[in-house]
């Protein structure tokens, strides 16, 4: 899938870079489009946090996310430097911790508990979600060129389409796929600000990944993702 995905975006980058005109000294003179847009398409690469934690959960390891898609660049002033931006996205995230899923074998409800105290060689989350991003965006940019500063804050809502957990131990492998406590529907606020290529990127899930039944012992599992890392945009 990882393959797939970042064919996709490739070709997309591709086509999008060929069919872009540019204005050199002594080419061919174009006509400058008083009506640009910007930065429509993007693909980030974060590392990923779970915060709110319950006691003896920790991280372990490297975290990260692959995030892509499109965004409409809505510009809602004569400069063209203040717009709205609504679009389309997927987002692929990994995390490493010691939280341990496995299911009551009557009841069939999932069991939560850490593996502070237990040996494993693989412990983690994979999450597939859907997103629309939300953007208040300012930038400085001009039609004659793409190198231009951007403030981008904003919200994500999404669906977490697909999800499991994946232990290795000594007692072999376990893994999960249909957690009943998962909060599926995603909303988070993002902010991200740079410089031509190097634009960094911050978001916080205003959701927990777990809803209130998730428990260990009497303490709630919640926690929620939060990530840090780079986006690109292509126009």
Do not use: C
Not at 2 to 17: E, G, H, N, P
Not at 39 to 46: A, I, L
Not at 159 to 176: R, T, V
């Amino acid at each position: 899938m990882k393959k797939t995905l970042l064919f996709i975006f490739y070709s997309a980058f591709m086509l999008v870079s060929f069919g872009q005109e540019n204005v050199l000294d002594g080419g061919p003179k174009k006509v400058l489009d008083s009506l640009y847009r910007e930065d429509q398409f993007y693909v980030g690469f974060t590392y990923n946090l779970l915060l709110n934690r319950p006691e003896g959960i920790r991280q372990s390891g490297f975290s990260g996310g692959l995030h892509l898609g499109f965004i409409r660049d809505m510009p809602i002033n004569k400069k063209r430097d203040v717009a709205i931006g609504l679009g389309i996205g997927y987002s692929f995230n990994v995390y490493n911790h010691n939280l341990f899923l496995d299911k009551d074998e009557g009841t069939q409800q999932t069991v939560f508990s850490s593996l502070e105290d237990v040996d494993f060689s693989t412990n983690r989350f994979s999450t597939h979600i859907v997103e629309a991003p939300f953007e208040f965006r300012w930038r400085t940019s001009v039609p004659e060129t793409h190198k231009f500063y951007r403030i981008y804050t904003g919200f994500k809502v999404g669906y977490l389409f697909s999800f499991q957990s994946n232990f290795k131990g000594a007692e072999g492998q376990i893994k999960q796929t249909r957690i009943s406590e998962l909060d599926r529907f995603r909303m988070g606020v993002t902010f991200t600000f740079g410089w031509n290529t190097f634009n960094f990127h911050f978001y916080y899930s205003l959701t927990p990944l777990f809803n209130d039944d998730a428990l260990i012992g009497q303490e709630t599992v919640g926690m929620r993702p939060a990530k840090i890392g780079l986006t690109f945009y292509i126009l």
